[in-house]
């Protein structure tokens, strides 16, 4: 039977390689599995899911438990994503980052989750067996946690400089891809702008700002595509990661790194503060005095790592990397769920509201960027 057949992706998993991950996470190359236990723990747009696995095997002679999380990956979901290795939303990419020596190595502040192994199914799925951080889940996160994020991210893409890896497979123009399927809901904003779901969702001034930042996003592209590159996680906020210390270390450890790849410098902040503010872990009226000062921290990290380069290069990639995707690039998904209610019982429990209480808070945060949407068109000479 495919794997894509069956009950659980988990069960494509043969009784030898479950034993050699169990061996992996106990670090005892003669444990024995005596049971193995799953449950499915929800999945992603993009086609990945999740499952606890844990159970018992014998370890120096004693009996003890284990656990490690499973996540497949597969190219359908409610989005499907590309097969093609050199596109912005390939499927494989996270899978391929867990078997990179260069992800091992991390030894800074910012780190991935200890991988047990990693295999593929036929269907096409594929899987890697990882650490279960949930002992070190500290959300919601205070604001020194913020700060800590933003200078391992600092210290993680100064250092990525020294030796960049070069697998083909990491990410270029991610932040273009993800704003550029936005085009659909763009344009029905704009040919409704009076519908009672958008006068709900957006001010007539974000409206505005939104459709002339839309207009003008190809110049954005190009000034992101003009600063300083470097290797970026992308998707690095509480959700994304834990926080622990390892050998009086403090450590975040971060997960999904579905969007690795080539970014501006100050691209990796933009998701601890946008993404942040769009799923709720911040308030907006809070988010001004985090942002000073992650951004510090994070040139602080930068500076740590023997990064050299100008201020404002940081700045600028950080800013326009908010709007393109935090303000334009989000309108796709949550335009979408304001227009259509079929939607209520999958993103209600996901952002932890009810539908108008919801579309209500990301009202408050998208004005609150107007600013921001501001700015980016003055930088772009549109003021």
Known sequence: MSPLQQESYVDGIDDGTRTELVRNALQDRQARLISWQEEAMGGGASGS???????????????????????????EGEQESSTEQLAWDYWKREWSVYRAPWLRALQGGLVAPRCFGAGELGGPAAWVAMEDLSSADRRPWSPAQFVSAARHLGEFNGSSLQNPPTDPWLSRDWIQGWTERAAPMVARLS??????????????????????????????????????????????????????????????????WAFCGWAAFGADLAPLIGASLNFFEIEWNEADELEHVCLDAYLEGLRTAGWDGDHDDVVTGYQTSMVLR????????????????????VVEPIFGHRRHPLIAKWREVYAYNEPRMTLLLTTLGHG
């Open 191 to 256: 040919a409704v702008p009076d519908h009672p779901a958008v006068q709900e969702l957006f001010t007539p001034s974000t409206v505005n700002l939104l459709l002339r930042v839309w207009e003008h996003r190809h110049e954005g592209y190009q000034l992101l595509e003009a600063l300083p590159q470097t290797i970026c996680h992308q998707d690095l906020f509480p959700r994304n990661g834990f926080v622990r210390v390892a050998s009086g270390i403090e450590q975040t450890v971060a997960i999904d």
């Open 326 to 345: 935090f303000m334009v690039g989000a309108v796709s998904p949550i335009l979408t769920f304001a227009l259509d209610t079929a939607y209520d019982p």
């Open 49 to 75: 899911e999740l499952y606890k696995v844990w159970g018992e095997a014998t370890s120096d002679g004693s009996v003890v438990p284990w656990t490690l999380i499973v996540k497949m990956f597969t190219p």
